[in-house]
T-cell receptor, first 108, second 116 residues
């Protein structure tokens, strides 16, 4: 059973803080990794993808991948209330497998 | 990013009727599209892979005779929920890979189906 695990949260952080979202996956053959943001009642919106070990930065977002530990994370710097959403980790092997998502709450 | 549209965004129907949902890639061609279903407070579950010009590939547990998929062109896939029942009420979302050197999938806005 190929699995992607995320803590369901909610993760509550104050405005301006760094939010750290974590994800583990079971299939060592996974090659590509994605973070999506999903607002309530809406479809997922791509934030970032990462293929190689290490960090990848895009604006306030940094994705981190450690294939040896089968771990991928998303850091959100200077968190804003508008970042409050569910963040879905997705891992691609032969198909895209989603985690259940972590609900992030950023309070003013 | 690439744009994927879905129609309708919301549909309410009576039990026993059929509902068709359209998924279109607006600015790129997609030989493959994916159909997901999401129940409240749950993650996305892949239902089937829609293949242009050939039969769809269904995930285990998904009834192919109930969820009919047609990928008639490189920009359009349709999902028809036949003889819908209240338990089919869900959020149906399609996606398509944008192509190029990544396998990034872009999602349509989703269709909220309510079966009375």
């Amino acid at each position: 059973q190929k699995e992607v695990e995320q803590n369901s949260g909610p993760l509550s952080v104050p405005e301006g803080a760094i939010a750290s979202l974590n994800c583990t996956y079971s299939d060592r053959g996974s090659q590509s990794f994605f973070w999506y943001r999903q607002y309530s009642g809406k479809s997922p919106e791509l934030i970032m993808f990462i293929y190689s070990n290490g960090d990848k930065e895009d604006g306030r977002f940094t994705a981190q991948l450690n294939k040896a530990s089968q771990y991928v994370s998303l850091l959100i710097r200077d968190s804003q209330p508008s970042d409050s959403a569910t963040y879905l980790c997705a891992v691609n092997t032969d198909k895209l497998i989603f985690g259940t998502g972590t609900r992030l709450q950023v309070f003013p | 990013g690439a744009v994927v549209s879905q129609h309708p965004s919301r549909v309410i129907c009576k039990s026993g009727t059929s509902v068709k949902i359209e998924c279109r890639s607006l600015d790129f061609q997609a030989t493959t599209m994916f159909w997901y279903r999401q129940f409240p407070k749950q993650s996305l579950m892949l239902m089937a892979t829609s293949n242009e010009g050939s039969k769809a590939t269904y995930e285990q547990g998904v009834e192919k005779d109930k969820f009919l998929i047609n990928h008639a062109s490189l920009t359009l896939s349709t999902l028809t929920v036949t003889s819908a029942h209240p338990e089919d009420s869900s959020f149906y979302i399609c996606s398509a890979p944008s192509g190029g050197d990544t396998d990034t999938q872009y999602f349509g806005p989703g269709t909220r189906l309510t079966v009375l």
